[in-house]
């Protein structure tokens, strides 16, 4: 997950170095999140909607 106010092209390119580290060590990237937000909350990162979808997602993700 990338919360940040660079821009979109920045993120993704950290997030593919981030996804390739994960890779080296073994471990399996699921999915990505980017979140470009107005102002970031410093208690949750992220905006209350954001958190909502990520909690669905990776209760779906649980099932299958």
Not at 48 to 63: A, F, M, P, W
Request: proline share 3%; charged share 35%; no cysteine.
């Amino acid at each position: 997950m990338s919360v940040s106010k660079r821009s979109r092209h920045e993120q993704e390119e950290s997030i593919e170095e981030l996804k390739e580290l994960a890779r080296s060590d073994g471990i399996t990237v699921m999915d990505t999140v980017i979140q470009r937000p107005h102002d970031i909350n410093p208690r949750y990162l992220m905006g209350v909607g954001k958190l909502k979808d990520l909690i669905i997602r990776s209760s779906s993700s649980e099932r299958t």
